[in-house]
Nanobody, 119 residues
Framework: QVQLVESGGGLVQPGGSLRLSCAVS????????MGWSRQAPGKERELIAS????????NYADSVKGRFTISRDNARNTVYLQMNSLKPADTAVYYC????????????WGQGAQVTVSS
C-alpha cells in the first residue's frame, strides 16, 4: 500500500532551521507531484509547498516564500522541505503528500511530523 513517512521534525529556536524528509513507497514516485501542508492548532490545514514531476517547478504559499525550499530525489523516492528563518508562527504538524490530480480527496498524505518553534 502507499506509505508516506515524514521525519526530521522537532523543537527549534526562532531563526533556526530544520529539514523535513518524506520517504515514499507503494507508488511510482516519479509520476507524482509532491507537496507539504501544515496544520497549526486551531487553524485549517494549508498547502505550503509543492513540486511537480515534469520539470521540478515549485510553488509556495506566501507565508513561507523565500524561507522554505521543497526538493525531490526521484532516485531515493524522497521529498524534502528545507525550512530556514523559522518563526513561532511556523509551529504546526507538517504533512507530506503525493498527487496525480490536484490536492483534493485523491491525494495521499503521511501521518505528519511536529515542528515547534520556541525559545
Amino acid at each position: 500500500q502507499v506509505q508516506l513517512v515524514e521525519s526530521g521534525g522537532g523543537l527549534v529556536q526562532p531563526g533556526g532551521s530544520l529539514r523535513l524528509s518524506c520517504a515514499v513507497s507503494g507508488l511510482t514516485f516519479s509520476g507524482y507531484a509532491m507537496g507539504w501542508s501544515r496544520q497549526a492548532p486551531g487553524k485549517e490545514r494549508e498547502l505550503i509547498a509543492s513540486i511537480n514531476n515534469f520539470n521540478g517547478s515549485t510553488n509556495y504559499a506566501d507565508s513561507v516564500k523565500g524561507r522554505f525550499t521543497i526538493s525531490r530525489d526521484n532516485a531515493r523516492n524522497t521529498v524534502y522541505l528545507q525550512m530556514n528563518s523559522l518563526k513561532p508562527a511556523d509551529t504546526a504538524v507538517y504533512y507530506c503528500g503525493a498527487t496525480r490530480a490536484g490536492w483534493g480527496p485523491k491525494a495521499y498524505w503521511g501521518q505528519g511530523a511536529q515542528v515547534t518553534v520556541s525559545s
